[in-house]
């Protein structure tokens, strides 16, 4: 895996994010957060965070107070409860309200706080559950959900409508944007509520380490899945700060999808675990498929650097030294 964080084109555009900009990334701690705060620090911005010790990005009070006071340039808001079907299907209540509160403060205190520039992060699960693939950003609204994510991906759509309606009404130069499935160093690893990747890589570890002659998945493996490492969308992220004002929201992906039983080959790979894996088929298969369509995005100048089998030793490595084991 490249140690280099990847690089934004060197085409010569006008920037819609000043040089050395102060920039509030909300969720700064997290997967995502902690990535973008990196390539911002690494391109020279002046970065913000603040912990949920320090702030809560439930409490609009207390979060608009603080937006008046820093008065940043713009704000990156990263800050949301994720998890796997897991995760959202045992606590859908929390998935909605909790990112539904998170996102009113937050951009509601920005836009009174007179931040000018603002990125919202979605997420892909706001597709259909039978969207056209590779799915086009046009493809919202247009058919039911998935179920066992509903009410994460409905908060995540009210954001979307949220950022346009600032912009219809005010004129907020806010945009929006939405990954495919995340990896990479800052990944959660808890099995109850992480998503595919790295529950696989813990999974394979133990199984490796106990010497089971097996390991069983959910699933029948044969759903498809888009992987992006979390350093290449931090590059998009900051991509879209610099170049990108449009009202719809831009999909994020490598576009590029697979198998989840071929995923869990090159995690079993990379593992080294050499025993049998098997299928429960009584478990949910969530969306069949899920492919972004990337074109909007590329035709900015992006193209991801990260190739899922380096990514996913690096993100293997990571979580050892974070056990404070080696392989």
Same mark, same amino acid.
Do not use: C, W
């Given at each position: 895996m490249t140690t280099d964080l990847p690089g934004p084109p060197q085409e010569s555009v006008p920037s819609l994010l000043r040089p050395g900009a102060r920039v509030f990334v909300a969720g700064h701690r997290g997967l995502v957060g902690s990535a973008v705060v990196r390539r911002l620090t690494a391109e020279g911005h002046e970065v913000m965070t603040r912990g949920r010790d320090q702030l809560d990005l439930r409490d609009a009070e207390r979060t608009a107070a603080f937006l008046r006071d820093a008065r940043p340039d713009a704000v990156v808001l990263a800050a949301?409860?994720?998890?796997?079907?897991?995760?959202?299907?045992?606590?859908p209540v929390q998935?909605?309200?909790?990112?539904?509160?998170?996102?009113?403060s937050v951009i509601a205190? +920005?836009?009174a706080a007179g931040v000018e520039r603002l990125l919202f992060l979605?997420?892909?699960c706001i597709y259909p559950r039978r969207a056209p693939q590779p799915i086009p950003e046009s493809a919202l609204l247009t058919g039911p959900l998935e179920p066992t994510n509903e009410a994460y991906a409905l908060a995540k759509i009210a954001g979307i409508v949220q950022i346009q309606s600032y912009r219809r009404?005010?004129?907020a130069s806010y945009i929006s944007a939405m990954p495919t499935n995340l990896y990479g160093p800052g990944d959660n690893?808890?099995?109850e509520t992480?998503?595919?990747?790295?529950?696989?890589?813990?999974?394979?570890h133990e199984a490796r380490l106990s010497g089971a002659s097996a390991v069983t998945l959910w699933g029948s493996g044969s759903p498809r899945r888009e992987f992006l490492h979390v350093d290449d969308l931090a590059a998009a992220c900051v991509l879209l700060l610099e170049r990108y004002d449009g009202e719809a929201p831009v999909n994020v992906?490598?576009?590029?999808?697979? +198998?989840?039983h071929e995923l869990a080959s090159t995690v079993a790979d990379v593992t080294s675990y050499q025993g049998k894996v098997e299928w429960d088929t009584a478990k949910p298969d969530g969306t069949p498929r899920k492919l972004l369509d990337v074109s909007r995005l590329a035709s900015l100048g992006f193209a991801p650097r990260i190739e899922l089998r380096d990514g996913i030793a690096g993100t293997y490595a990571w979580w050892l030294q974070q056990q404070g084991t080696r392989v």
């Open positions: 949301a409860k994720v998890g796997g079907i897991m995760a959202n299907s045992t606590y998935f909605l309200e909790d990112n539904l509160r998170i996102q009113l205190g +920005a836009h979605g997420s892909s009404q005010y004129g690893f808890d099995l992480s998503h595919v990747l790295p529950a696989l890589i813990r999974r394979f992906g490598s576009g590029e999808d697979l +198998a989840i």
